[in-house]
């Protein structure tokens, strides 16, 4: 157990409507990643936040937004859903400024398996 | 960019043999962190070994070791005594050391390792 936790761990939903992923990072961890899995790109990283600030954008698309939350847990909002967005979604994160340990490494949750149909 | 290939999309090791999975990569950066992931049929993503790029001794992790040839630009993982939980697909990935650059893991595109009897 990395100690990240995502919920929900499925959704299916249709074509057009808008979805919420959630993360809470490890406890004592500042920074959170999302990444999307599928099969026809692989795993892509999609944006990290660090202590409620936006700190990095990858390959994520004007319809998906994020934000991280005073308690450091974030939320990954699809909307105007595609059949293409079908993908796992993975949170990962990382920085434990108090607790010590490689700031480097990345603890990914289990995913949430989106379903567009 | 910096660029991970796997070029082995499928490997399979006896179970006690030992297995090496190939990784390369493409950087201008000098200093970098390297990790393999393993992702079972669970899909979760689990850490198995990271390696510091100013460090020139070879990473270990119990059975998990790595060849880390920081010239040459390659991070191969050798699995020895091969078990039938080591059964999954193994992810290289980078990620920058660069002070104020974003810390994303890139990823290759994955081994799939089979462990038969």
């Known amino acids: 157990d990395s100690g990240v936790t995502q919920t929900p761990k499925h959704l299916i939903t249709a074509t057009g409507q808008r979805v919420t992923l959630r993360c809470s990072p490890r406890s004592g961890d500042l920074s959170v990643y999302w990444y999307q899995q599928s099969l026809d790109q692989g795993l892509q990283f999609l944006i990290q936040y660090y202590n409620g600030e936006e700190r990095a954008k990858g390959n994520i698309l004007e319809r998906f937004s994020a934000q991280q939350f005073p308690d450091l847990h974030s939320e990954l909002n699809l909307s105007s859903l595609e059949l293409g967005d079908s993908a796992l979604y993975f949170c990962?994160?990382?920085?434990?400024?108090?607790?010590?340990?490689?700031?480097?490494?990345?603890?990914f949750g289990p995913g949430t398996r989106l379903t567009v149909l | 960019a910096q660029t991970v290939t796997q070029s082995q999309p499928e490997m399979s090791v006896q179970e006690a043999e030992t297995v090496t999975l190939s990784c390369t990569y493409d950087?201008?950066?000098?200093?970098?962190?390297l990790f393999w992931y393993k992702q079972p049929p669970s899909r979760q993503m689990i850490l198995v070994i990271r390696?510091?790029?100013?460090?020139?001794q070879n990473a270990t992790e119990n059975r998990f070791s790595v060849n880390f040839q920081k010239a040459a630009k390659s991070f191969s993982l050798k699995i020895s005594d091969s078990q039938l939980g080591d059964a999954a697909m193994y992810f290289c990935?980078?990620?920058?050391?660069?002070?104020?650059?974003?810390?994303?893991?890139?990823f290759g595109t994955g081994t799939r390792l089979q462990v038969t009897l």
């Open positions: 990935a980078y990620r920058s050391a660069l002070t104020g650059t974003a810390s994303k893991l890139t």
């Open positions: 950087t201008s950066e000098s200093d970098y962190y």
């Open positions: 990962a994160s990382s920085v434990r400024p108090l607790a010590g340990g490689p700031r480097d490494t990345q603890y």
């Open positions: 390696q510091e790029a100013y460090k020139q």
